[in-house]
């Protein structure tokens, strides 16, 4: 099952949503400017999320599951009120900008190899400048 691009796009007073366990993919914007929506759960069945998927949201916290292998460009593009990612990601090559424009200030929850100063100096972009990084 997919949750298909710009679904849900627009839908500004989406307060709450439980995405179901058949769901393997979250296509491009589908949460797109869903400001009221503040928390989401995505499933571990999610393999892949769509370019701007949550860009815009009103998100604060967020967990990336380990299933999911293809994060896309400007995921959560200016969330603002962004400040916690925890993911379990061993990779983001190819992601660009993928949290620009959240919060000045977070927490980004990663594996060891993702949270090295090497990894972000090669432009992989996985943590915001001025974040905390948290090796998991």
């Known amino acids: 099952t997919v949750i298909e691009d710009w679904l849900f796009g627009e ?3 989406l307060a709450n949503i439980d995405i179901p366990n058949s769901v393997t993919s979250i296509g491009e914007g589908a949460f797109w400017d869903c ?7 995505i499933p571990n069945s999610v393999t892949s999320i769509g370019n701007y998927a949550f860009a815009q949201s009103g ?17 959560f593009q200016n969330c603002t009120a962004l400040k916690h990612v925890r ?5 983001f090559d190819g992601c660009e ?3 620009s424009g959240v ?8 594996l060891p190899s993702l949270g090295t100063e090497e990894t972000i100096e090669r ?4 943590c915001p400048e001025g974040w905390t990084v948290v090796n998991i």
Not at 59 to 75: H, K
Not at 103 to 110: D, H, L, V
Not at 123 to 126: E, H
């Open 123 to 126: 432009g992989i972009s996985a």
């Open 11 to 13: 839908c500004t007073s």
């Open 87 to 91: 993911t379990l990601q061993t990779s």
């Open 59 to 75: 998100l604060i916290d967020v967990t990336i599951p380990a299933g999911v292998t293809s994060i896309s460009d400007y995921m």
């Open 35 to 41: 400001s009221a929506l503040t928390n989401i759960t």
């Open 97 to 99: 900008n993928w949290l």
């Open 103 to 110: 919060s000045e200030t977070g927490t980004f929850e990663c």
